[in-house]
C-alpha cells in the first residue's frame, strides 16, 4: 500500500521558533509537493522539488524554505514562524510520467503559532 | 502556469438530490484532471481522474465527471446523494507531461442533509 508519512499531527510553536516538517513517502515518486490548507483558500503550493536537492517556488513561498537530501524525504522549514503560518500542512508525492498518473497524500500536519 | 476555479464554494443538498460541481481549469496545453475528496477529519482521497479517452469518466462511490476540452471544464457529478457524500472537493490540474506541478481549485464544501 503507497505512503505518504507526515512527522507530525499537531504542533505548537511560539513565534520566532524555527520549525521543521518532514514527510516521507515509501513510493520512490521522483515529485513532491508541500501545499498549505486553509478555509475558503483552497490548497496553496508553497514548494515542489522534481529530484534530490532541485526544489522550484510554488505560489506562496513567502517565509518557507524546503530540504530534500534523500529521494524519499522532502521538509519544509519555517525559517521563523508567524500566527499567519498557522495553518494545516498537507505533503503529496507523485510519479511523473505521460498520462496516467496521481498524486498521493499525507495525513496532514495542523500546526498552530502562538 | 495552470489554474482552477471552483465556482461552488458551498453547496447544501438533501440526501437523494443529484448534483454538480463545477471546474473549469486554465492551461495551455494537454491535461491531466482530477478531483479529490477530504471527509471530515481524513486526508485527501482521489474520487476519480482523466488523462484520456472517454471524456465521461467514473470514480468511486458512484461519482463521474466529464471533460468538456472546448470548454475547458471538468464538472463532477453524482445522481443521488447520500448523507456520507458530505466532505469537501478538490478539482485539480497537471501538465500532462513535463514536470507535474499539482494545481487545486480553492475546494467545495458539501452538506448532505438527511
Known amino acids: 500500500d503507497v505512503k505518504v508519512t507526515q512527522s507530525s499531527r499537531y504542533l505548537v510553536k511560539r513565534t520566532g521558533e524555527k520549525v521543521f516538517l518532514e514527510c516521507v513517502q515509501d513510493?520512490?515518486?521522483?515529485?513532491m509537493f508541500w501545499y498549505r490548507q486553509d478555509p475558503g483558500l483552497g490548497l496553496r503550493l508553497i514548494y515542489f522539488?522534481?529530484?534530490?536537492?532541485?526544489?522550484e517556488k510554488g505560489d506562496i513561498p513567502e517565509g518557507y524554505s524546503v530540504s530534500r537530501e534523500k529521494k524519499e524525504r522532502f521538509s519544509l522549514i519555517l525559517e521563523s514562524a508567524s500566527t499567519n503560518q498557522t495553518s494545516m500542512y498537507l505533503c503529496?508525492?507523485?510519479?511523473?510520467?505521460?498520462?496516467?498518473?496521481?498524486?498521493?497524500f499525507g495525513q496532514g500536519t495542523r500546526l498552530t503559532v502562538v | 502556469a495552470q489554474s482552477v476555479s471552483q465556482h461552488n464554494h458551498h453547496v447544501i443538498l438533501s440526501e437523494a438530490a443529484s448534483l454538480e460541481l463545477g471546474c473549469n481549469y486554465s492551461?495551455?496545453?494537454?491535461?491531466?484532471l482530477f478531483w479529490y475528496v477530504q471527509y471530515p477529519g481524513q486526508h485527501l482521497q482521489l474520487l476519480l481522474k482523466?488523462?484520456?479517452?472517454?471524456?465521461l469518466v467514473k470514480g468511486i462511490k458512484g461519482f463521474e465527471a466529464e471533460f468538456i476540452k472546448s470548454k475547458f471544464s471538468f464538472n463532477l457529478r453524482k445522481p443521488s446523494v447520500q448523507w456520507s457524500d458530505t466532505a469537501e472537493y478538490f478539482c485539480?490540474?497537471?501538465?500532462?507531461?513535463?514536470?507535474?506541478?499539482?494545481?487545486f481549485g480553492t475546494g467545495t464544501r458539501l452538506l448532505v442533509s438527511p
Open positions: 492551461y495551455g496545453g494537454t491535461v491531466n
Open positions: 522539488s522534481y529530484d534530490v536537492k532541485m526544489k
Open positions: 513510493m520512490d515518486h521522483e515529485n
Open positions: 485539480a490540474v497537471t501538465p500532462y507531461t513535463g514536470f507535474q506541478k499539482l494545481v
Open positions: 482523466y488523462f484520456s479517452g472517454d471524456p
Open positions: 503529496a508525492s507523485i510519479k511523473p510520467g505521460r498520462g496516467n498518473t496521481e498524486a498521493f
